[in-house]
């Protein structure tokens, strides 16, 4: 248990010092004041649960019974209305929320990615998704569960005070408005819009209580919230297969990484699943297929877009690197991270996507580029328990968790399935361009990314990467 804590202990010291680096061009303010109980809120806690009477209780429904298609639109207009009339502190608590699900992206994605092999062809991981599963988890959580995962989400509470404590309300609420700022800015001065979807499937062993309160309060994070009883241990692969087509009849979402087997004794399985959408403004398909480089001996053909306007860049190349940004709205926008040499781009990913990958941003500066790139759709699928345990965590949702909020009866957490579905695609119609004027030059710069690259979303007012991804050979994801 003592490395796990000082594991944790290390974590927070790196948050802290990153979330001084980030901020530094901001106000200062506490890191965590807006996201802990304030006293006031912690006199009414005590007082209501002196009081209340016995949380409310369900059944989830079996897994056959019918349900309404996921309206994707519907879920974007939620979001969109989730940023009108923010207040300052609405925006400061997103902007800190955003810090740390940077940093536990960043640190998850490393661990991730020492499972690939170089000859991984594509991989991709949502923060926003990965953060949001452990902060509903923290929602259900009783001490010592809740404390230790406070700290993995990046918040010390040591004197373990009711003011020292996370407000899970806070956080996903918090986590809300940072969705609905990626998608709103993404209508914004003309730009395409931008779909992100976030549905959660609870499913649980026959006759498992559910507390009403736990699985109301995770709407700001998932608004879709599908609870759906089955025999989870006779036959575990069956089990998969009903959920995967259960999930698949609900999204219309085609996985190509679904679910596997549920694993022996698990009476509850929380499974986050993301889907998003973007169009880059003023980009092309190209005609016919285009080659991508696997590597310095084998191009594949893949569909490419092309377009042609003022980015941000920048290019070093001490460091064998180059960085492109495209807008995808006001404040939202796509980067890009080309290896120079082809064979570069594990060193480069173990460069990039670290706590001072945001700093790079300061380095950009306006080109004139034509940027060439392949459509992408991409899919990934991880099992967070498997995170944990490389983490060293192994039994922070394991068979000892308290759980105690989500459920009265004895849990078994099984799989904690992320599974991200990313689409990006072209928008043809008004060129791109940035606030910035164009430069100067005879010509545009080629940029081209024909080869294995890096890429990112990334949203300026909440601070939050939305996906962190690798590319290393596009058909192999589709």
């Not at 920048?314 to 006001?330: E, F």
Request: aromatic letters at 8%; one cysteine or more; glycine letters at 8%.
């Amino acid at each position: 248990m003592a490395p796990a804590g000082a594991s944790l202990r290390a974590a927070v010291l790196c948050l802290l010092a990153w979330a001084g680096l980030a901020a530094a061009d901001r106000v200062y303010i506490h890191p965590f004041h807006l996201l802990v109980y304030s006293e006031s809120s912690c006199e009414q806690l005590e007082k209501s649960n002196a009081e209340a009477p016995k949380e409310p209780t369900f059944t989830p429904v079996p897994i056959q019974a019918k349900t309404t298609p996921v309206d994707e639109e519907a879920l974007r207009e939620q979001l969109v209305l989730a940023t009108e009339g923010l207040e300052e502190e609405d925006r400061l608590r997103a902007a800190k929320v955003g810090i740390m699900l940077n940093f536990l992206g960043f640190h998850m994605y490393r661990m991730l990615s020492e499972s690939w092999s170089t000859a991984s062809g594509a991989a991709i991981l949502s923060p926003t998704a990965l953060f949001g599963t452990l902060a509903s988890f923290y929602l259900g959580a009783l001490d010592p569960t809740a404390s230790r995962l406070q700290a993995f989400l990046g918040v010390p509470g040591e004197d373990q005070g009711c003011t020292s404590r996370l407000d899970g309300h806070k956080v996903l609420s918090a986590l809300h408005t940072i969705q609905g700022l990626l998608v709103a800015q993404g209508g914004a001065s003309g730009q395409p819009r931008l779909l992100l979807s976030t549905v959660v499937g609870l499913f649980t062993a026959p006759g498992l209580r559910l507390k009403e309160p736990f699985v109301r309060g995770l709407a700001p994070f998932a608004p879709i919230a599908l609870e759906r009883s089955l025999d989870l241990s006779t036959d575990p692969d069956l089990a998969a297969e009903k959920i995967n087509a259960f999930m698949q009849a609900v999204t219309g979402w085609k996985l190509n990484s679904p679910l596997s087997g549920v694993g022996p004794g698990s009476t509850l399985l929380f499974n986050t699943y993301v889907r998003f959408q973007g169009k880059l403004k003023g980009f092309s398909l190209l005609e016919g297929l285009q080659e991508f480089w696997v590597d310095n001996t084998t191009a594949v053909p893949v569909p490419m877009l092309s377009g042609t306007g003022t980015f941000q860049h920048w290019s070093d190349a001490q460091n064998n690197i180059s960085m492109t940004r495209v807008p995808l709205g006001r404040s939202a926008c796509l980067l890009l991270v080309q290896p120079q040499c082809m064979s570069g781009l594990q060193q480069v990913e173990t460069l990039s996507f670290q706590h001072n990958f945001l700093t790079w941003l300061k380095n950009l500066s306006p080109r004139a580029i034509r940027l060439t790139m392949p459509q992408l759709t991409l899919q990934g699928s991880y099992d967070l328990q498997d995170l944990l345990a490389q983490a060293r965590l192994p039994t922070l949702l394991g068979a000892e968790a308290n759980l105690g909020k989500i459920s009265d009866d004895q849990l078994r957490v099984g799989k904690v399935l992320n599974s991200v579905l990313f689409e990006l695609k072209a928008d043809e119609g008004e060129q791109p361009t940035e606030s910035a004027q164009q430069p100067d030059g005879p010509e545009a710069l080629e940029v081209t990314l024909n080869s294995p690259f890096l890429f990112a979303i990334y949203e300026q007012d909440s601070t939050a990467l939305h996906f962190l991804g690798r590319v290393a050979n596009p058909l192999s994801a589709a």
